[in-house]
C-alpha cells in the first residue's frame, strides 16, 4: 500500500484543474499537497522539496511540461522522482515524448477517478520498492567500501633494513579489480634471519574471494607466529601443506589459490620457495639478464588435500631483483581481447633499474595503458624483492653477476 505521507506536486496552468486534482487526493488520504501554476514555478518547488511524486500539466505558459521533464533530466531528478503526466493532449505523440523524457505514466484530461487512483498509487509504491532498493544497494556499498580499506590495511608497508648483515628492499602491491578482491600479498620475518614473501590468488572475485584471501592471509600469519616459526619456514613446503590441508577440507565451493611462498636466508642468500600453480616469479640480476623460477612444488591450494609439496631454491647475490605478481598483470586485455602477457612483462621488468616503489608503479601504469581505459580485467599484486649491493663488497658482487 502506499504511503498516505507522501509529498505530491500538481502543476497545472489552469486553477481548476489543479483544485480538482487536489481534492481527488485527498480523497485518497493524501494531505501532503503542493500546487505550482507552471513549469518554473515547478522546477522551484522541486528544488526546495523531497516530493515522492509530481502529477504534470503538458501545455503551459512560461516552460511547458516538456520543458520541466527534460529539466529533470538533465539534472538527473527523473530518476528519483516519478512524473504522472495529467493532459488533454490525446494523440500517442505527446505520449511518446513523454515516456522518452522518462515520465512515468500518462492520463488524458478529463481523467477518470478510479483510474486515477491505480496509476497514482501504482506509481507511489514502484517508488517506494526503487528507494528501498537504492538505500540497500548504498548500505551495501559502503560496507564493500569498508572492506575494500580492510583489505588493503593488509598490505605491509615498504620495508628497507639489514637482516642478518644483508641489505634488503621490499614492496608490496595490492589492487583489487571491484571494491575488494581474492588476491594476496605479505611479508614478513621470521627468527632473526628468515625473509618469508606471500603471494596468492584465489579463484573467484569478489566478497567470496577475498574471504578465502583472509583465509589463507591469517593461516601464514599465524604459523608466523608459531614457536616453531623458523623450523617450519625453513621448508616451505610444510607450511604451504599445512594451509593447503585446511582449505582443502571441506572444500564444498571448490575455491584454489595459486599460491607462491618464498624465504630467504638471509645470511647465505639461499631463496627456498614453493610455487603452487603460481605464475613463475621473474628474476632480475645486477647485470639485467633475466631468469625465470620455474621450479614446480604442487597444485594450487585447497584442490588435493594432503598433497606432498616440494622445495625448490634459487640462489640469490646483492643486486638480484625478485619479483612475484599474480595473474591480473599477464591476463590484463586489451580492446581486442588479447593478453598483456608475461613475456612483456618480464621485457619491462628487465628493463627498469629504478627503485622499488618506481618499479611497481611503471608495470601498473603499462598495463593500465594496455587496457587503454578497459574495467580491470582482474586484481593485481605484486611483491619486489631486491637486495642491496654492499658498499664493500660492490665491484664483486658485479663481476658474480656478469659471470652468470
Do not use: W
Not at 602491491?173 to 571491484?178: F, G, I, Q, T, V
Not at 647465505?268 to 623460477?293: E, K, N, Q, W
Amino acid at each position: 500500500m502506499a504511503d498516505q505521507n507522501a509529498t505530491i506536486l500538481v502543476v497545472d496552468d489552469v486553477a481548476e484543474n489543479r483544485d480538482l486534482l487536489i481534492r481527488r487526493l485527498r480523497r485518497l488520504g493524501f494531505t501532503r499537497l503542493d500546487q505550482a501554476a507552471d513549469g518554473r514555478e515547478a522546477l522551484a518547488a522541486i528544488a526546495q522539496t523531497r516530493y515522492d511524486l509530481v502529477l504534470l500539466d503538458i501545455m503551459m505558459p512560461e516552460l511547458d511540461g516538456f520543458g520541466v521533464l527534460a529539466a529533470m533530466n538533465a539534472d538527473g531528478r527523473i530518476h528519483d522522482l516519478p512524473v504522472i503526466v495529467v493532459s488533454a493532449l490525446n494523440e500517442i505523440e505527446p505520449v511518446v515524448r513523454c515516456i522518452e523524457l522518462g515520465a512515468d505514466d500518462f492520463l488524458f484530461k478529463p481523467f477518470n477517478p478510479t483510474l486515477l487512483r491505480a496509476r497514482v498509487l501504482a506509481t507511489l509504491e514502484k517508488k517506494a520498492l526503487r528507494d528501498r532498493t537504492r538505500d540497500e544497494l548504498r548500505r551495501k556499498q559502503v560496507e564493500l567500501n569498508e572492506a575494500r580499506t580492510l583489505q588493503l590495511a593488509l598490505v605491509p608497508a615498504p620495508f628497507d633494513g639489514t637482516i642478518a648483515g644483508q641489505p634488503v628492499g621490499i614492496r608490496a602491491l595490492l589492487e583489487p579489480a571491484k571494491e575488494v578482491g581474492g588476491d594476496l600479498v605479505d611479508h614478513f620475518i621470521v627468527g632473526s634471519d628468515l625473509i618469508v614473501l606471500v603471494v596468492g590468488d584465489v579463484s573467484d572475485k569478489g566478497a567470496a574471494a577475498a574471504l578465502m584471501m583472509a583465509r589463507t592471509h591469517a593461516m601464514f600469519r599465524a604459523m608466523a607466529g608459531r614457536p616453531d616459526a623458523p623450523e617450519l619456514f625453513a621448508d616451505p613446503a610444510r607450511a604451504v601443506s599445512l594451509a593447503n590441508d585446511a582449505l582443502a577440507r571441506g572444500n564444498v565451493g571448490c575455491m584454489f589459490v595459486t599460491f607462491l611462498l618464498a624465504v630467504l636466508h638471509a645470511p647465505s642468500g639461499v631463496l627456498s620457495y614453493v610455487r603452487a600453480g603460481h605464475i613463475p616469479p621473474f628474476l632480475r640480476a645486477a647485470d639485467g639478464g633475466l631468469t625465470r623460477l620455474s621450479g614446480h612444488g604442487g597444485p594450487a591450494l585447497g584442490v588435493m588435500e594432503e598433497f606432498a609439496y616440494r622445495t625448490a631454491t634459487h640462489p640469490l647475490v646483492p643486486g638480484d631483483r625478485l619479483l612475484v605478481v599474480t595473474d591480473g598483470f599477464t591476463e590484463a586485455q586489451d580492446a581486442g581481447e588479447a593478453l598483456y602477457g608475461e613475456e612483456r612483462l618480464g621485457y619491462l621488468f628487465a628493463a627498469l633499474d629504478g627503485s622499488e616503489a618506481d618499479t611497481l608503479g611503471r608495470l601498473v601504469s603499462d598495463v593500465r595503458a594496455f587496457e587503454a581505459g578497459l574495467p580491470a580485467f582482474d586484481d593485481m599484486a605484486a611483491i619486489l624483492l631486491t637486495l642491496a649491493p654492499l658498499k664493500d663488497n660492490a665491484a664483486t658482487s658485479a663481476g658474480e653477476g656478469e659471470a652468470r
